[in-house]
């Protein structure tokens, strides 16, 4: 219970507010979004496959050369986002779209939203990327015609190389190379603790497979099984 003196302490206090306001010329404090520039979403889409005899696969897209910006350049396959609309389903509509790449939100797994400043030269656009391993089946079926498969190697160092050229950051567009190479070495970082990987192997995976593909993502870490 506040005393009398309490009771003139707060009005003393709410006095001394509401003066503060009339000479701000502010009559009450308001959230208004109009005060605040909207921000562009965008889904991307890391695809990596597995192959046992190709290897580690990554799946991106070519622009075209039409485009104002990054035309021929390499980028994950994306797209931007409508309200009222989950992230997740955008993602995979766009796969759909683009590529014809069905993908069940099992697939799909979020990662941390990309909002570099200035990251995309169109205005203020921020990523919200969302890895899939494909399976087998899914890598074999995918139009050719519509997508490019890079090579994946890994050794000391990730190499990304296309048609035996290596690739590097002015290959791609945006800051989707960093995207891609940060992704790839987070997959090879969770193997000392999750079997996520032996999903781009399928379901049914051997011991003798998903141990040829922990020896692809560490080659200087062997693991030997009997």
């Known amino acids: 219970m506040v005393?009398?003196?309490?009771?003139?302490?707060?009005?003393?206090?709410?006095?001394?507010?509401?003066?503060?306001?009339?000479?701000?010329?502010?009559q009450k404090m308001a959230y208004n979004i109009k005060d605040?520039?909207?921000?562009?979403v965008s889904t991307d889409a890391?695809?990596?496959a597995y192959d046992e005899n190709e290897g580690l696969k990554a799946i991106v897209m070519r622009r075209p050369s039409t485009e104002e910006?990054?035309?021929?350049?390499?980028?994950?396959?994306?797209?931007?986002?409508?309200k009222g609309?989950?992230?997740?389903?955008?993602?995979?509509?766009?796969?759909?779209?683009?590529?014809?790449?069905?993908?069940?939100?099992?697939?799909?797994?979020?990662?941390?939203?990309?909002?570099?400043?200035?990251r995309d030269p169109r205005g203020w656009i921020v990523s919200v990327p969302y890895i899939s391993y494909l399976t087998t089946e899914q890598y074999k079926e995918l139009d050719k015609s519509k997508v490019v498969i890079v090579d994946v190697t890994i050794n000391d160092n990730i190499t990304l190389t296309l048609d035996g050229d290596e690739l590097t950051e002015t290959n791609f567009g945006f800051d989707h190379y960093t995207i891609l190479m940060d992704t790839i070495a987070e997959l090879i970082k969770s193997t000392e603790w999750s079997l996520r990987f032996?999903?781009?192997?399928?379901?049914a995976f051997t011991l003798k497979s998903a141990?040829?593909?922990?020896?692809?993502?560490?080659?200087?870490?062997?693991?030997v099984i009997n």
Do not use: M, W
């Open 46 to 48: 890391i695809l990596l």
């Open 85 to 118: 609309n989950y992230f997740i389903d955008e993602c995979i509509n766009t796969l759909k779209r683009k590529i014809n790449l069905t993908l069940n939100p099992e697939q799909l797994y979020e990662q941390h939203v990309i909002s570099t400043p200035n």
């Open 211 to 223: 141990h040829e593909l922990y020896t692809l993502l560490n080659p200087n870490n062997t693991v």
């Open 69 to 82: 910006f990054f035309a021929d350049k390499l980028t994950l396959i994306g797209g931007f986002t409508h």
């Open 3 to 26: 005393g009398f003196n309490g009771q003139k302490q707060l009005k003393s206090n709410k006095s001394l507010i509401t003066f503060f306001f009339k000479i701000k010329g502010v």
């Open 36 to 40: 605040y520039e909207q921000v562009s």
């Open 198 to 203: 032996t999903q781009l192997i399928g379901q």
